[in-house]
């Protein structure tokens, strides 16, 4: 099995995207994440479950990604999906929600505008549904 550090995929924001505010660079990429990701399952290799990008998490991405790099980072979602190592934890809901089994972990490094990043995507486990693409969030890597 291929470790997350054996890929490590490289963005940069492009001479149209420097043009434009952090609004507009949300917006635009709030249509690019709904055209291209919205409505389709990927398959995570690490433990071959199948991972939905809903509505929900498109607006859960749109509400809470307010940096640059938070929002570019969308453009490999499909990648992030596909090749994120799980860390094996099973987290509950912490509003004891019904309609939510539990959450879960994956982590990917990425290189966003020549900086390490490592990408956490958290997933949800609706209750009797697939699970769901529920966020991603970064954190800076000393490595």
Request: hydrophobic share 30%; charged share 30%.
């Amino acid at each position: 099995m291929a470790k997350p550090e054996d890929t490590i995929p490289a963005i940069w924001e492009t001479e149209e995207d420097k043009k434009l505010s952090t609004f507009d660079l949300k917006t635009k990429y709030k249509k690019f994440i709904s055209k291209h990701f919205q409505g389709n399952q990927y398959l995570n290799k690490d433990t071959g479950i199948h991972i939905s990008v809903s509505c929900d998490g498109v607006r859960q991405w749109v509400t809470k990604s307010r940096s640059r790099e938070k929002i570019i980072i969308i453009r490999i979602l499909d990648f992030l999906l596909e090749n994120s190592i799980h860390d094996g934890l099973l987290i509950p809901d912490r509003k004891h929600r019904a309609e939510i089994e539990h959450y879960k972990h994956f982590y990917q490094p990425v290189l966003i505008n020549g900086k390490k990043y490592n990408a956490i995507l958290k997933i949800v486990k609706p209750l009797n549904q697939p699970h769901k693409f529920y966020y991603c969030s970064l954190e800076n890597s000393q490595t």
